[in-house]
């Protein structure tokens, strides 16, 4: 449950609409051919909300690949792995228990925290109940197989609607956690 006056961790990324958040090989690139300056301004619109980004190990070297170079130097970013030391940019590395990690930044002074991607830590925080929201946009493409935005089998978890929108050929869906 969200403390009052605590940040917000929010998932936002996009899916295929056949639920798919990335090829097998862990690749997004499906997404820059959908790309269109509202799916863009949307993006840009979402991230003046947060001051603080948190991703797995195979999300940053995906984003760094795609983007060439870190493309949140002006976030506070924290990267979970345990086979990666040290980063080129501002992202810190955490190696620890990540519910208990994700506890302590929930109550430090900021905005909220963009939980950028990563399947496995995404259900691992859905599990201890330390997701918010999730906004969920939903690509016009069938990707057919990949990796699904969540990693092993939960229980039952109720979510509520709280906005729909559409963004030129994309759908975003904002819902509300209820745990």
């Known amino acids: 449950m969200t403390e009052p006056n605590s940040r917000k961790v929010i998932l936002y990324l996009a899916q295929s609409l056949d639920g798919f958040i990335a090829e097998k090989d862990g690749s997004t690139a499906w997404l820059a051919a959908l790309d269109s300056s509202e799916s863009d301004a949307a993006i840009q619109a979402f991230q003046r909300t947060v001051d603080t980004v948190v991703m797995g190990r195979k999300t940053y070297e995906q984003s760094l690949k795609l983007a060439g170079t870190y493309p949140y ?69 069938l990707l057919g197989d990949g990796i699904s935005l969540v990693s092993t089998h939960l229980t039952d978890m109720p979510l509520e609607l709280i906005n729909s929108r559409q963004i030129g050929h994309f759908v975003e869906l904002t819902y509300k956690i209820n745990y």
């Open 73 to 141: 130097q002006d976030k506070n970013g924290y990267v979970f792995s345990k086979t990666l030391h040290d980063t080129e940019d501002r992202t810190h590395v955490v190696a620890g228990n990540i519910p208990e990690f994700m506890r302590q930044l929930k109550k430090e002074d900021g905005g909220n925290i963009w939980l950028v991607g990563g399947a496995e830590i995404f259900t691992e925080l859905l599990k201890a109940q330390l997701v918010d929201e999730l906004i969920i946009t939903i690509a016009p493409v």
